[in-house]
């Protein structure tokens, strides 16, 4: 990639969020150093963030300092700094300004492109497609996506789990979100589509989102289509009516506060928000999941022993099934905190604000991460040791600090997503725990993060070799 036009517009864009206070009348958190003329600590965050983060940490505790091209940032890692961090109101803090790289995919006026009332009406509209009818039928689709994918599975092979997890949850997020006659006939100009939409957003959409690049092209090409393929979906619906229990039908069915009904534009931009908050943050820890148990074999017996549990050889699950998979759910818990997708969290202060005996001016961005949160020792015992059983009873490591656990945001703005990407990861990892072996293909070590996307995921290949249990039936989809 060219440098020159992203470190320009990077220059550009942190200087306009951020209007210059005056040093002198603050008490500024201190200076991590290191930063070089113009770019700061840029190159360094670009080769590893987390590193970064945890040296600013390791230095100067719940608080520092940092500078990106333009403007400098203070980074709040730590229970009390995350708490603090994530109870600021809507009034003081803003993410708006931070996510504009969102807004040539999800649209205009959608999510945060729209007016703070606004974006919060809309967020309110997915709690009714989080309602207990509908979560079942998500469910049951979860169930069915993984019968038919594995099913085609031979006894034994080698695969990349990114790709299986983006594929998977491709089919998952589609047949919820747009219903299952869409996803029956998923085409492949949908999922072309989509990954265009997907790669359209990378480091250079941040600091320059509408930049012409030839993937910023691609992917406002695709964001058309895809607008026209909705859209008609949208109006087929309104036409003949639809019992389908899925998140359009939620939006069909909303209204705003004036009673007005929610446009095809804004049903595709808002389908497009919550597909893009699940799909590639499940994929990447699906994908994290399976290097993770292949690591600790003695969790997946434990995990197996559930299923039987659970099931009792049963394989008709559903919703209450999926929910009394207690150990799963931590295992799942516990590797999204040692590797969250989204490693860091940014904010705009609107007003002067303090904590911690600093001083954070208005206008200055600022950032929480839960790569290095989530592994800080006061907070999670052992923090680098895979141990889902921190969670549970008698340990309950989360509750004993609710903001220690921030993967999906904390408070008010913590993700509803969660519901959803847990029982679609429950079911997923359900049905392999039961019918496959997976192990590592490679030395153990290679599997680290990467961090040339903003969801941090597996650097590839993430590949793992599967074997068909013995005793496993093979699905109606061979």
Known sequence: MELTPVIRAATNLWSSLSSSPKDSHYKLPPMLPGAVPVLGHALEMRRDPVALIQRGRDMFG??????LPGRPTVVMTGHRAQ????????????????????????????AYDAEPEIMREQ???????????????????FVEEAEDYFGKWGDEGVVNM?????????YTSSRSLLGKGFRTHLSAEFAHLYHDLEAGMNTLSLFAPNFPSPSHIKRDQARVKLG????????????KGSDSEDFMEALLEATYKDGRQLS?????GLLLTIMFAGHHTSGVT???????????????????????????????????DLRAMHKLEWSVKEVLRMYPPLIMLMRKALKDLEFGGYDIPAGTMMMASPAVGHRIPSIFADPHRFDPYRFGPGR?????????????????????????AQLQLRALWSHLLRNFDLELVDPPSSYVMDYTNIIAGPHPPCRLRYRRRPQAKVSRAS
């Open 62 to 67: 719940d608080i520092f300092s940092m500078r």
């Open 83 to 110: 708490e603090k961090y994530f109870r600021f109101r809507d009034e003081e803090v803003d993410q708006r300004e931070v996510y504009r790289f969102t807004v040539p995919v999800f649209g205009k006026g959608i």
């Open 123 to 141: 967020l309110g509209f997915f709690h009714a497609a989080l309602r207990e009818a509908r979560l079942k039928t998500y469910a049951a689709g």
């Open 162 to 170: 990114v790709d299986v997890g983006n594929e998977l949850t491709i």
């Open 228 to 239: 026209e393929m909705i859209g008609k979906i949208v109006e087929e619906r309104r036409a």
């Open 264 to 268: 095809a534009e804004e049903i595709t």
């Open 286 to 320: 699906f994908a994290w999941t399976a290097v993770m148990l292949a690591k600790h074999p003695h969790i997946v017996a434990d995990l197996r022993d559930e299923q039987e549990a659970v099931l009792g050889g049963r394989t008709d699950l559903g919703l209450d």
């Open 396 to 420: 309950e490591e989360d509750k004993k600090f609710p903001y220690g656990h921030i993967a999906f945001g904390a408070g008010r703005h913590r993700c509803m997503g969660v519901i959803f």
